[in-house]
């Protein structure tokens, strides 16, 4: 089977972007992770497929599979590739659209200066909707802001202690003194398949510059490090401001580059905690192309 694609980044996170708003290609998960292989296939850390819309409140269906070819929940750096895609190729002149994921509907935003704006809805906290097996670790009290962070037994001896939250998808964040030495690449995949994440869990190292600047690494579900990750960017900084530790608005350096993450939801109010995060950066195409994919 031959196929049209376009490889697109933000920040640094790669996508292969598929237009199925004609038809869908029917691809197999094995094809999926031949697309994503970069030895093999075109080398990226998820592919997104444009679908047309499944119901008339929306613009667009978006759907993604990591690199290892399971479908996964979100993607906030291709939701801001899925905007620029859908502009870029004519499938919309709106500068404005709302798009169907697995866990609902998300709003897509570009702006004048160029960047991408996503409205990533509301962080869940509900610890069986993340979802997190709350036997599987130790709760450690946080009384002075309502919340709490769970301590995790790892193979390797080590107890790390994360703040759990989803944004459409699982995350564990920790703090760190210093990403550049943090055990991203030994940790990450030993708390990605805790017992505690029933679906697995995307791994966040944080490291707070100041209340409005952090330092991020992500190793995600699935892929493995990437340069850059929206959702995990978007769940480190709601844990932060929940814990009274960063302000509403934060620039998050990643390896690939600068997200700006805002979320007005922190303090006590159970109705705070139910504002949308909003993300905003950069979304380039780099090339397009067809290729051949393999039966």
């Known amino acids: 089977m031959r196929i049209r694609f376009t490889k697109m980044q933000g920040a640094g996170n790669d996508f292969i972007v598929l237009d199925e708003t004609r038809g869908l290609l029917g691809l197999s998960p094995a094809q999926y992770r031949w697309l994503a292989d970069r030895h093999f296939g075109i080398g990226a850390d998820q592919i997104l497929s444009v679908r047309a819309a499944p119901q008339p409140d929306v613009d667009f269906e978006y759907v993604i599979h990591n690199a290892d070819g399971g479908e996964v929940e979100h993607c906030g750096n291709g939701a801001r590739c899925f905007v620029r895609f859908v502009r870029e190729r004519g499938l919309t002149d709106k500068t404005s659209v709302r798009v169907k994921v697995h866990g609902g509907v998300i709003e897509l935003h570009e702006l004048p200066t160029g960047q991408v704006r996503v409205d990533m809805g509301p962080p869940v906290f509900e610890l069986p909707r993340v979802p997190f097996d709350a036997n599987q670790g130790v709760r ?90 929206g959702t995990g960017a978007c769940a480190a900084v709601v844990a932060g401001i929940r814990l009274g530790r960063l302000d509403p608005e934060v620039q998050v350096q990643t390896r690939g580059g600068v997200l700006t993450i805002a979320w007005a939801g922190g303090g006590h109010a159970s109705a705070a905690l139910t504002r949308p995060v909003f993300m905003s950066g950069p979304a380039t195409t780099v090339f397009l192309g067809e290729i051949e994919i393999p039966t």
């Open 140 to 229: 450690v009290p946080r009384p002075e802001v309502g919340w709490e962070t769970w301590k995790l037994a790892l193979p390797d001896g080590s107890t790390p202690e994360v703040a759990v939250v989803s944004m459409g998808n699982p995350h564990a964040v920790q703090w760190v003194d210093d990403v550049d030495t943090a055990p991203v690449l030994t940790q990450g995949p030993l708390i990605e398949h805790h017992a505690a994440f029933p679906r697995r869990v995307n791994v966040g190292f944080l490291q707070a510059l100041s209340r409005s600047q952090v330092r991020l690494r992500v190793f995600e579900r699935g892929a493995g490090e990437t340069l850059a990750c």
